[in-house]
């Protein structure tokens, strides 16, 4: 099948690699004028996620990639530190920046399919077998399926499914990621200073040759443009005027920053994930927001899942859509829960809220439910059964 898919980050080109297995032409559509670098630190976690890498084929390359992230601390307004964050709970098994895993998967794909930098989808006419498809600055084409795998705020949900609003639940937090210099010396770790409904952090990145500035608050939806990246700016230094530590000294370097990241920290949440000859993965369909810290093994899994199942209903997309939606809802959903309610925690609105959750960081060590914490968090990321696909034969799912 020729089968278009919008969005060149982590679902995207996870899909296309297995597509690609199964013989199918793949073009892959991306906004951004090139693969786009930098970025947070995300993780995988539990043995589905690394069983997808590993049958990829990139585990290796994920891992010699992997910050090697240590501690993280909280500190005081004079910077003394004052709790470690529990590793074990937080960290997943291998961290990797975002644009690191973009580029690893781009390579991954190789041959066969075509990457169409800065452009994107205007209209999806669905006709007969063939998706009519308009862009903004190639000519019109038409394909068998197309993908929406272009994130949070994808363009192909609101083309076939209706509004962001419909589907997008702010979870009341807001979020600004940047590089910055590493003028606090640290290696493979983090620092973190909060005040009530604010939280901003630096931590070391590319083997501490430079630093992520990490910025939470607390607001309800803001009216601006996504587009706009002079106005998040401002948006940002108005929330944290005033805010102690590092804070101005970081907010001062967010000018010259290469990859300004600003957005709400939301989830989407929707009834199906399909419809015709459309269909959404990774945080198009259903992000859990990055409170969950499961988006990246989602849109990995989800991608093997999708392709496995257009593999084994032999390219009948109705039946392999509605068994993709089967065996990834419950997952979904399971992550999702993750994220909810976790921003109360995660960016405390009062000092005695903040005060006792440091005193929950100490003493959670000590603790008898710590492993049991531990313990759900990687029940959930593992709460999935993958089949074992055969890609290259129709009707597959033989054992290897
Ligand atoms: C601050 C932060 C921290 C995070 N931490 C973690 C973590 O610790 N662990 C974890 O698992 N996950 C984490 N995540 C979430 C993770 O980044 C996402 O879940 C993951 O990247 C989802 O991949 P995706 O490919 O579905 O979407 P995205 O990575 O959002 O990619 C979407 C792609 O589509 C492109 N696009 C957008 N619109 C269009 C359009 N109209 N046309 C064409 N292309 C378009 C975008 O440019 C982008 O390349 C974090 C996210 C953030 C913001």
Redesign the pocket.
């Known amino acids: 099948m020729d089968i278009l898919i919008?969005?060149?980050?982590?679902?995207?080109p996870a899909l296309a690699h297995w597509l690609r297995q199964s013989g199918h032409t793949i073009t892959i559509?991306?906004?951004?004028p090139e693969l786009?670098d930098g970025g947070?630190?995300?993780?995988?976690r539990g043995e589905a996620h690394l069983t997808v890498l590993r049958r990829m084929g990139v585990l290796a390359d994920v891992e010699r990639e992997q910050t090697h992230m240590g501690a993280l601390w909280s500190v005081n307004e004079a910077g003394k530190k004052l709790t470690a964050m529990p590793e074990d709970l937080f960290a997943?098994d291998v961290?990797i920046l975002?644009g690191d895993l973009?580029r690893i998967l781009y390579e991954a794909t190789g041959d066969g399919v075509t990457y169409v930098f800065g452009?994107?989808?205007t209209s999806l006419t669905e006709e007969g077998d063939k998706v009519e498809v308009t862009f903004e600055q190639a000519p019109t084409r038409h394909f068998d399926l197309v993908i929406g795998?272009?994130?949070?705020?994808?363009?192909v949900r609101a083309l076939a499914f209706g509004p962001e609003e419909d589907y997008n639940h702010h979870l009341g937090l807001y979020?600004a990621?940047f590089t910055t210099a590493n003028h606090l010396g640290l290696d493979h770790s983090g620092l973190t200073y909060s005040t009530p409904g604010k939280m901003v952090s630096s931590y070391s990145a590319r083997d501490n040759a430079e630093a992520r500035a990490?910025f939470w608050f607390a607001s309800p939806p803001l009216d601006y443009d996504r587009r706009d990246v002079a106005q998040q700016r401002r948006l940002l230094s108005e929330a944290f005027a005033g805010v102690g530590w590092e804070a101005p000294r970081l907010l001062g370097e967010m000018g010259r920053a290469p990859d300004f990241?600003f957005?709400s920290i939301s989830q989407i949440r929707m009834d199906r994930w399909s419809r015709g000859r459309v269909a959404l993965?990774?945080?198009?369909a259903w992000?859990?927001s990055?409170l969950?810290?499961?988006?990246?093994?989602?849109?990995i899994v989800g991608a093997y899942v999708l392709a496995g199942e257009l593999a084994a209903a032999g390219g009948d997309h109705r039946a392999a859509f509605a068994r993709y939606e089967r065996v990834m809802r419950d997952y979904a959903d399971g992550c999702q829960k993750m994220g909810q309610g976790a921003s109360k925690w995660m960016v405390p609105e009062s000092r005695f809220m903040a005060w006792v959750m440091d005193k929950n960081y100490k003493v959670l060590p000590y603790l008898p439910w710590k492993k049991m914490m531990a313990r759900s968090v990687r029940k959930t990321a593992e709460a999935v059964s993958l089949t074992d696909y055969d890609f290259t034969r129709p009707g597959g799912r033989a054992p290897r």
């Open positions: 919008s969005g060149a980050s982590v679902a995207g559509v991306e906004r951004a786009r947070y630190a995300v993780d995988f997943g961290e975002r973009a452009d994107c989808i795998a272009d994130g949070v705020h994808s363009n979020c990621v990490v990241y957005d993965l990774g945080d198009a992000c859990p990055p969950s810290g499961m988006g990246t093994g989602l849109a």
